[in-house]
């Protein structure tokens, strides 16, 4: 394969240069870094600091960073030679616009040296996905994928899904592109062999079979309906289909049910039948399944108006398991395959990765990229882009597959621009606004109170940008939503102001911090929370639009326009009341497209905020147990449990039920009921 430069960086020798041309090079860089200070953001003063880092560049393999005047990490790139790359980097012609704006905005540089090239090209996905620079391609709406776990850490295994860190004993199977996925693959596994799906502590509970074991979805070793050795059997059938013998297993099955028809155990074999009917249903529903490729991920990538879509197929077992279209920022004047290859070393820095990928487009560091990810994953990792045959029929159905997912990407963010301009109208904006943050508040009482902060722009809600606040004030009244408001924006623009102060603002003063960041906020998150909106929603009318103006006003913040969205008579949708400084209050019109994309917005901030309300009470009713609701002792707590298993059971138990509880009298069950049942706000 010819050698080329790491994507993204100006042309080098193809031989790596000789040293007598790096030693000109250099000479030359000197007298660069000793001319008159430039003019501040030119590229001839990004080329006297990048000059100025060479002196101290490593000579061998590593990674160096980009700095712009205020440490903003620019761009991470890796090289097989820091110092010959630097070189490239301040000569006067032969660059590129993106690259030249890219030096144009460099302050200083950072190194880090590592003892390969394949060590490198990890170490800089890795930077990048942490860091996230503006002038790298950067992989966005990427998460954890699902998997299926098979637990081995009880005596009955469990098949659930499970997202996160691997860190229960047992065998995981995936990654599945979706939870809806991952759900419907299970359902029809219960159905073939019978695994339970219950929590443990569930099962700990059972004193008869529950509803699973009805609807022949489960065995039921909770209450001994199977013995120990059967339904190990079971599991290890299931483990085998999700190995890739889902040939074996249906073989198998067809000859226990042909001889039970012999021996006229007709339930027996009916029983068999159905479990047969229910694999080749798993096999059934998913779609292309490939013949000659076994274990594969297939990535294919479109662009188009700018934008780029990848696609990428789960292939396990020779099954598909699902396929996720993903939407990378890339400068739009990059080569396809350079952005292809950028994606995929960040794709898998978190992923476990097959044995062959398959790619709609060839990348010019193949065999670098495969040597990493073979390190990373401690097997032999394939890439290929094939030509011909039934890997490039899965290829090119990726291919179409991602035409088809950027188009309505496209269609969708134009419909967004026309919201959004339509919404600047509507509320007298300068401009169409490109960051809304929307807040509401939640909790019950006063208790567990939660503030929630939503974001949404030209591409729709951006769920990686939503924040949760803990609501920490001791002082506050229980149920002052008003102080709520107060505190949540106070810790919002405090930190804004403390990492991006920006003109018509003042920063905070010298050595006072930032508040911490809101709970669930971490390092990767850092770059959106110091964006500054555009426009603010408020969950309220006039009394909590006063509120978020005073607190604003307090902090030095007065050009950040403010609406509040006060709910129509009877919390009636589609009667909302709008307040705006300096106008009368004003609805919209009942079919206006602007405000069903307000009542959008709203809703999604009330369902966040009730959500992480929901999760923090549930949190503090595990830490503290039922005793936490009034009346409720270990005695009682000992009989709900043991009458209803659990205690997601209990929630979900009528207050007939709860009454029906031994030793629980008519009081008890309403206090236990209202507290489930209590309605946030």
Known sequence: MTARPTRDAPDLDADDADIAELEQDETLIADLAEEAEPAPGSVAMGRAAIARALKHAPSGPGVYRMLGPDGTVLYVGKAKSIKRRIVAYTRPTGLTARIMRMVAATAEMEFVSTGTETEALLLEANLIKQLRPRFNVLLRDDKSFPYILITKDHVSPQITKHRGARNRPGDYYGPFASVWAVNRTINALQKAFLVRSCSDSFYEARTRPCLLFQIKRCAGPCTGEVNHTDYAEYVREARDFLSGRSKAVKEQLAREMEAASQELEFERAAALRDRLAALSAVQGTQGINPRSVEEADVFAIHQEGGATCVQVFFFRTGQNWGNHALYPRADRTLEIGEVLESFLAQFYEDKPCPRLILLSHDIAERELLEEALSTRAGHRVEIAAPKR????????????????????????????????????????????????????????????????????????????????????????????????????????????????????????????????????????????????????????GPGQLKAAQETLAGLGVTDVPMVGVAKGPDRDAGRETFYVEGREPFRLEPRDPVLYFVQRLRDEAHRFAIGSHRARRKKDLTQAGLQEIPGIGPTRKRALLHHFGTLKAIERASLADLEGVPGVNAATARAVYDFFHAKAT
């Open 389 to 540: 045959g039934e890997k490039r029929e899965l290829v090119e159905h990726a291919l179409q597959n991602a035409r088809e997912a950027l188009g309505r990407k496209l269609a969708e963010s134009a419909s967004q621009a026309r919201l959004l301009e339509e919404l600047a109208r509507a509320f007298a904006l300068n401009g169409p606004p490109k960051r809304i943050e929307v807040y509401d508040n939640s909790h019950i009482m006063g208790s567990n109170a939660v503030g929630g902060m939503i974001v949404a722009g030209p591409e729709g809600f951006a769920k990686s940008q939503y924040r949760k606040f803990n609501i920490r004030s001791t002082e506050l009244t229980p149920g002052d939503d008003y102080g709520m408001m107060r505190e949540v924006l106070t810790r919002r623009f405090s930190r804004l102001l403390k990492e991006n102060p920006r003109a018509g603002t003042s920063p905070l003063p010298e050595g006072e911090a930032a508040p911490p960041p809101p709970t669930g906020e971490g390092e990767e998150a850092s770059a959106a929370s110091s964006a500054w909106p555009d426009l603010l929603l408020i969950d309220g």
